[in-house]
């Protein structure tokens, strides 16, 4: 059974739009909502966090929205530019240890 | 540049080869981990060490070994591989286990065919 649930697979988005990626979960014991960004030939990297004690979190053109009684998180890149152009994953993990259950991934092309 | 370094970077091999694939960090970080990535799927999680004492196997087919003899460095040694096991192969690391919300840092991967 999928732990995290993440949409769209693959977005393609004009240069200066707003880039949105879902994510949805079941598991009450999730206390931690990271996104990584990964570009081809390199493994993901940290993007940005969020805790459920928040219900969003802005980092730069990256925000993160949070709604604890839907159970859904999602990223939203503002002003996209073609250098976002990767494969992103959102992942949640328990408050009883760092296992983290990632999404599927999302495919974002940035068209200049 | 992330602190975990993979090496090798794709991998080639039968499937009655034995080879190995090593990670290394320069984090002090004090867990580490290996995930399997495979086309349109979640990462998986294989084995986390904590303290170079393997704390989690998630389910992993014995063809798949691994061993960390020290802080540092994790090894996944594989044997009798079949195809499907073709992935990217992820080691990354993280302060601790126990603690919630700690960044992991993930290295480049390797890219692994069984032919």
């Known amino acids: 059974q999928q732990q995290v649930k993440q949409s769209p697979q693959s977005l393609i988005v004009q240069k200066g739009g707003i880039s949105i990626i879902n994510c949805a979960y079941e598991?009450?014991?999730?206390?931690?909502f990271p996104w990584y960004q990964q570009f081809p030939g390199k493994g993901p990297a940290l993007l940005i966090a969020?805790?459920?004690?928040?219900s969003e979190k802005k980092e730069g053109r990256f925000t993160i929205s949070f709604n604890k009684s839907a159970k859904q998180f999602s990223l939203h890149i503002m002003d996209s530019q073609p250098g976002d152009s990767a494969t992103y994953f959102c992942a949640a993990s328990p408050n009883t240890g760092n296992q983290f259950y990632f999404g599927t991934g999302t495919s974002l092309t940035v068209i200049p | 540049e992330t602190g975990v370094t993979q090496t090798p970077r794709h991998l080639v091999m039968g499937m009655t080869n034995k080879k190995s694939l090593k990670c290394e960090q320069h984090l002090g970080h004090n867990a580490m981990y290996w995930y399997k990535q495979s086309a349109k799927k979640p990462l998986e999680l294989m084995f986390v060490?904590?303290?170079?004492?393997?704390?989690e196997n998630n389910s992993v087919p014995s063809r798949f070994s691994p061993e960390c003899p020290n802080s540092s460095h994790l090894f996944l040694h594989l044997h009798t591989l079949q195809p499907e096991d073709s992935a990217l192969y992820l080691c990354?690391?993280?302060?601790?286990?126990?603690?919630?919300?700690?960044?992991?840092?993930f290295g480049q991967g390797t890219r692994l065919t069984v032919v």
């Open positions: 060490y904590s303290l170079e004492e393997r704390v």
């Open positions: 969020i805790r459920p004690d928040v």
């Open positions: 598991n009450t014991a999730f206390d931690y």
């Open positions: 990354a690391s993280s302060q601790d286990w126990g603690g919630v919300g700690t960044e992991a840092f």
